[in-house]
């Protein structure tokens, strides 16, 4: 059975989830079923989701279960190779998984993503450099990529 707890940020609220020793979901709101109960896993993720908004951590080390299509876990995927502190668009990810014309079907599928921050959703930008889209808002896309640029020698995009 899936567990989850709710943590507060000074960004924002978070719900982490685990099932089966893997984190299924971090998200802004509770769009999951399961019970609250705060365990050791979901205490180590949220541990390194504070260590990454306090510019401490780069890279998270979790085990991590997304159920999703194939195309959206090729596009969650591609996610993850995003390096802190780099944007990219949406054509980039579709280019990566070898669709170059997927470009609004990567929007829908990095919509969908069910791990934010660990899965970097909010690296991808329009084309045109825009902010576009995010579950928790495009302040907080915006508070996320103004973080990882304070903190990274890797500025700009892709």
């Avoid at 669709?99 to 990095?110: D, L, Q």
């Avoid at 069910?114 to 959703?121: F, G, H, L, S, T």
Wanted: proline residues 3%; positive net charge; glycine residues 8%.
């Amino acid at each position: 059975m899936k567990k989850y707890y709710k943590y507060s940020t000074d960004l924002c609220d978070l719900y982490i989830a685990e099932e089966n020793s893997h984190i299924t979901n971090i998200s802004f709101s509770k769009n999951f079923e399961g019970e609250l109960l705060e365990t050791k896993l979901i205490k180590e993720a949220f541990k390194q989701i504070e260590e990454y908004l306090q510019g401490k951590r780069k890279e998270f080390n979790l085990p991590l279960e997304t159920k999703g299509t194939d195309f959206q876990n090729r596009v969650w995927n591609s996610l993850k190779k995003i390096p802190y502190g780099k944007t990219f668009s949406y054509k980039d990810i579709a280019v990566d998984i070898g669709n170059e014309k997927a470009s609004r079907a990567v929007g829908n599928a990095n919509n969908k993503n069910p791990i934010v921050i660990v899965i970097p959703c909010h690296r991808v930008i329009g084309k045109n450099g825009k902010l576009v889209g995010y579950g928790g808002g495009i302040s907080i896309k915006k508070k996320l990529l103004e973080l990882e640029e304070k903190h990274s020698e890797n500025k700009g995009t892709k």
